[in-house]
């Protein structure tokens, strides 16, 4: 009984953190409306047990390995292997696959699912696979908005950006959104306006 009492503060306190991002998500196969934490290796190492995520995915440079980290069956535990680098032409660079891989992964999530993306050394993939994620959903400009309330100091990678980017079709918009981080304060893109005169 007192396993079961602590399972489910655990499930409340998991609840709170993975804050859905989106109330209704119809797009999504099973509505899974976004509840997801974007962070380091050395951060879902430490956290493992209070973010508890149901599933997870996992970025790392070819030759480098996961550290004491969440334990998880394998379908719910996507890896992904390419580098921090913005060289498309870099042999440890992410390809289109990686992104195919991901959304495929996202398309399988029951909506009750709490997500939790990382990457070894840094934040840069984590922060731009999630933006790629973001933008399924909502609007280039949205998502920005999303991952700068998730991680202010996110810098997302610009190849892994724009390989979403091409992706999903946006033609730049979303390369162009990833290009205001970091920032400290998220203000709306200035649109332009003409004047008549």
């Known amino acids: 009984m007192a396993l079961a009492v602590e399972r ?7 609840d709170a953190l993975y804050t859905p991002l989106l109330d209704t998500n119809p797009p999504h196969p099973n509505g899974w409306p976004i509840r997801l934490i974007v962070a380091s290796q050395t951060e879902a190492r430490h956290n493992r047990a209070p973010w508890a995520p149901s599933h997870l995915i996992s970025i790392r440079a070819p030759g480098t390995k996961l550290l004491s980290m969440i334990d998880l069956p394998a379908e719910r535990h996507l890896e992904l292997l390419f580098g921090d680098v913005t060289d498309p032409d870099e042999p440890d660079a992410a390809r289109p696959d990686a992104i195919e891989r991901t959304f495929a992964f996202i ?7 709490h997500l939790l993306i990382h990457c070894l050394r840094g934040i840069g993939r984590s922060t731009a696979l ?10 280039p400009e949205e998502a920005a908005a999303a991952l700068h309330g998730l991680r202010p100091e996110a810098k997302p990678n610009r190849h892994v950006t724009g390989l979403c ?23 709306p893109a200035k649109r332009s306006t003409s004047s008549s005169g």
């Open 8 to 14: 489910r503060a655990a499930e409340r306190q998991a």
């Open 107 to 113: 398309d399988g999530l029951p909506e009750d699912a």
């Open 130 to 139: 999630t933006l790629g994620i973001l933008a399924r959903y909502m609007e």
């Open 165 to 187: 980017d091409t992706a999903l079709g946006l033609k730049g918009r979303l390369a162009k959104q990833a290009l205001r981080f970091p920032a400290k304060v998220w203000k």
